[in-house]
């Protein structure tokens, strides 16, 4: 139960976020130079930054690896 509102909640907190910056044009701003960026949202420190913390830094620098790093030829940093 507490998952399933856990993982609604953030569902609609991300739906309701990316309105806004959609809408500003968000997607120009992500470029820094001549790389992608790409924030990982996350708890760094306190009561749940060991289920998500450093972790989830890793994984997604993982999954940009696994994906080859690049997309149109600009790399993505994490």
């Known amino acids: 139960m507490i998952r399933t509102f856990g ?5 609609t ?3 309701l976020g ?4 959609a809408a500003q044009g968000a997607a120009a701003g ?3 130079g001549n ?3 790409i924030g990982v949202l996350n708890d760094q420190s306190g009561l749940y930054a060991q ?10 620098r993982m999954a940009v ?4 790093g690049k997309v149109d030829g600009v790399p993505i940093e994490i």
């Open 7 to 11: 993982g609604a909640v953030l569902v």
């Open 13 to 15: 907190a991300l739906a």
């Open 18 to 21: 990316s309105g806004p910056a």
């Open 30 to 32: 992500a470029f820094s």
């Open 35 to 37: 790389a992608l960026r």
């Open 51 to 60: 289920f998500g913390g450093q972790g989830s830094v890793e994984a997604a």
């Open 65 to 68: 690896e696994d994906f080859g």
